[in-house]
């Protein structure tokens, strides 16, 4: 069976599974891809309730660090490279939207960069730990896929303000029709995991909006390392919700 294209775009795009494109994307193949994130992020999940069932005998100290180790192998921290440089250029920009962006294209993470990553990866840790402890499995599935159905309303909603490169076509080609319904369906389908569910998604839209009110009042909008951030900061919050209801 053959699949789509647009889902092979994102495949590549959010994770290092080995995937060959046919070729290069027209700009619209990479706008549609955007519908297919929500999938990505089940799979990457799937992948590490599989890897949870494997490893069902370990301490759960062991399996948190094992399972946080494929998450971030799985998508070669490509998110984590967007936090650790959104978080250098929001300190280091000192409020001016020029150096902050200047900032945000430089390569070398920064201090303030690391010093956000370790604390995150604690977090997340931690929170893993508590949830494997209490077997909540359901967290590992939550988290990546409520993560990168948030990317889509992100670029929906948020005006991209990077000229050039796949963020731009995105931002240009994404399918404003189906992308609210996309979205509807992300959340009755969240909704069937119960209460829980509904304390995630109250979380990850008040995250969202702020996120989204501080890139309008610094930037006017978003870009590529700011998406990445609104990932790693929405599976963080995720998991803290769970492990802590």
Do not use: N
């Not at 569910?197 to 700011?226: P, S």
């Amino acid at each position: 069976m053959r699949l789509p294209l647009a889902l092979l775009i994102a495949v590549q795009f959010l994770t290092r599974l080995p995937v060959r494109l046919p070729g290069m994307p027209e700009p619209q193949q990479l706008g549609r891809s955007l519908l297919w994130y929500p999938l990505v992020g089940l799979l990457l999940g799937g992948a590490l309730c599989g890897l949870h069932w494997l490893l069902k005998d370990t301490p759960a100290l062991l399996q948190a660090a094992l399972l946080l180790a494929m998450w971030v192998l799985a998508t070669g921290a490509l998110h984590l490279d967007g936090l650790a440089d959104t978080a250098d250029a929001w300190v280091g920009g000192m409020g001016d939207r020029q150096r902050t962006l200047a900032i945000m294209k430089d390569p070398y993470c920064g201090p303030v960069g690391v010093v956000v990553l370790v604390l995150l990866l604690l977090l997340k840790f931690a929170a893993l730990v508590v949830l494997l402890e209490h077997d909540q499995w359901p967290a590992l599935l939550l988290a990546p896929w409520l993560a990168r159905a948030l990317l889509p309303l992100l670029f929906l909603s948020t005006p991209y303000v990077r000229a050039g490169g796949l963020g731009q076509a995105l931002a240009e080609h994404l399918p404003r029709r189906e992308l609210p319904w996309l979205v509807g369906a992300q959340v009755l389908a969240m909704l069937l995991f119960g209460w829980p569910a509904v304390f995630i998604l109250l979380g990850a839209g008040l995250l969202l909006i702020g996120l989204r009110r501080a890139l309008l009042t610094r930037l006017g909008g978003t870009t590529g390392d700011t998406a990445g951030a609104l990932v790693e900061l929405s599976e963080c919050l995720v998991l803290l919700i769970l492990a802590l209801i």
